[in-house]
T-cell receptor
């Protein structure tokens, strides 16, 4: 069975500083990996995904994540955060050929002015 | 706007009662998922339906049941409600016409059990 561990429950950071949200997964088979974002009082939205090919994937708003198979990680990074990036971020894993996406516990990113 | 609608937005009810949450997926999506989000348990997958049939089951209690209708909308029924059932319940949908697929989440129904 697969599992997802988000190592930090909360990450406070100042505006324009870089940030990394960590995600490790466990699975005995190949996986697809996702990052979802949940803004206050809203549902989750897909931020970016790794399916195959290049291990570095990017979102339209400056986030990127790198799939590291040897370390079973999919950390999310942004070189310079904005106040509007304040949200909860969920890492998720889906086994290739499977149906059940497993979500991590979430990391609350709080960007301070 | 994800295109997934959920009703009602808020629901307040008493312990022991039964409620029904409704979800309409995005046009063309065949799969519907239900999730429960609470402060202590995080985001928990409950159940998935694909084109009217149950496809995957997660941490869904026996007091909870769901179904997907021919028009693809779905309902989650929660019965014998307990205080601990208070949570945000999300519905998501996906095309599911060939993996991998991303899920589109609705705005959620906030259930408060008093």
């Amino acid at each position: 069975a697969q599992s997802v561990t988000q190592l930090d429950s909360q990450v406070p950071v100042f505006e324009e500083a870089p940030v990394e949200l960590r995600c490790n997964y466990s699975s005995s088979v190949s996986v697809y990996l996702f990052w979802y974002v949940q803004y206050p009082n809203q549902g989750l939205q897909l931020l970016l995904k790794y399916l195959s090919g290049s291990t570095l994937v990017e979102s339209i708003n400056g986030f990127e994540a790198e799939f590291n198979k040897s370390q079973t990680s999919f950390h999310l990074r942004k070189p310079s955060v904005h106040i509007s990036d304040t949200a909860e971020y969920f890492c998720a894993v889906l086994n290739t050929g499977g149906f059940k996406t497993i979500f991590g516990a979430g990391t609350r990113l709080f960007v301070k002015a | 706007d994800s295109g997934v609608t959920q009703t009602p937005k808020h629901l307040i009810t008493a312990t022991g009662q039964r409620v029904t949450l409704r979800c309409s997926p995005r046009s063309g999506d065949l799969s519907v998922y239900w999730y429960q989000q609470s402060l202590d348990q995080g985001l928990q997958f409950l159940i998935q339906y694909y084109n009217g049939e149950e496809r995957a089951k997660g941490n869904i209690l026996e007091r909870f049941s769901a179904q997907q209708f021919p028009d693809l909308h779905s309902e989650l029924n929660l019965s014998s409600l307990e205080l601990g059932d208070s949570a945000l319940y999300f519905c998501a949908s996906s095309v599911d016409a060939g993996l991998p697929y991303e899920q589109y989440f609705g705005p959620g129904t906030r259930l408060t059990v008093t």
